[in-house]
């Protein structure tokens, strides 16, 4: 089966960073893809990665690294609505659209 | 907007019952899916289509059956529910290319009884 692993819970200040790690053992890699949930709502698309290093998006930024099986999300200036669920999913092949899921991370923002 | 629609924000059904989840999406995606979400266990694919007609099973397909009659509808039965299939069901779909984004429904919270 696959393994894919990140922390179960951070807790963070509002204004900081966080860094939700996510590393994977799967039987193939195409893609890593980060999604966001907020309790109650559907998960939104935030980055995919498919070539080893930083993709910046505003204040979120994803990192990957191919031959260590890791990746990280990357939240700058933290706000209250930055409270989610942050899913890391890998696509094992590059002509599948299946995903595999991390069981994800809450992050919880403090004022 | 895109969207995804699910028919249900909340079921409640009796053991044995055949149960429908209707999902719609409105973005002439030829992927769909329907995923469920447990604490602690994360998204777990039940079954996919990737074309009308065409299906094929997750990591967890049994106890489920699909049905892609349309482009724009998936449908998730449970052929006789049992109390383990209560979950949060989520249905989402995606388009041609790989790589590209995933949309979800708002999902369907299911509770067997």
């Known amino acids: 089966g696959q393994n894919i692993d990140q922390p179960t819970e951070m807790t963070a200040t509002e204004g900081a960073i966080v860094q939700i790690n996510c590393t994977y053992q799967?039987?193939?890699?195409?893609?890593l893809f980060w999604y966001q949930q907020h309790a109650g709502e559907a998960p939104t698309f935030l980055s995919y990665?498919?070539?080893?290093g930083l993709e910046e998006k505003g204040r979120f930024s994803s990192f990957l690294s191919r031959s260590k099986g890791y990746s990280y999300l990357l939240l700058k200036e933290l706000q209250m609505k930055d409270s989610a669920s942050y899913l890391c999913?890998?696509?094992?092949?590059?002509?599948?659209?299946?995903?595999?899921f991390g069981a994800g991370t809450t992050v919880t923002v403090r004022a | 907007d895109v969207k995804v629609t699910q028919s249900s924000r909340y079921l409640v059904k009796r053991t044995g019952e055949k149960v429908f989840l209707e999902c719609v999406q409105d973005?002439?995606?030829?992927?769909m899916f329907w995923y469920r979400q447990d604490p602690g266990l994360g998204l777990r694919l039940i079954y996919f289509?990737?074309?009308?007609?065409?299906?094929e099973k997750g990591d967890i397909p049994e106890g489920y059956s699909v049905s892609r009659e349309k482009k724009e509808r998936f449908s998730l039965i449970l052929e006789s529910a049992s109390t383990n299939q209560t979950s949060m069901y989520l249905c989402?779909?995606?388009?041609?290319?790989?790589?590209?984004?995933?949309?979800f429904g708002q999902g369907t919270r299911l509770t067997v009884v």
């Open positions: 999913a890998v696509s094992l092949r590059s002509n599948d659209y299946k995903l595999s």
């Open positions: 989402a779909s995606s388009g041609g290319t790989v790589g590209t984004e995933a949309f």
């Open positions: 990665n498919v070539l080893d």
């Open positions: 973005m002439d995606h030829e992927n």
């Open positions: 289509s990737y074309d009308v007609k065409m299906k």
């Open positions: 799967t039987s193939g890699f195409n893609g």
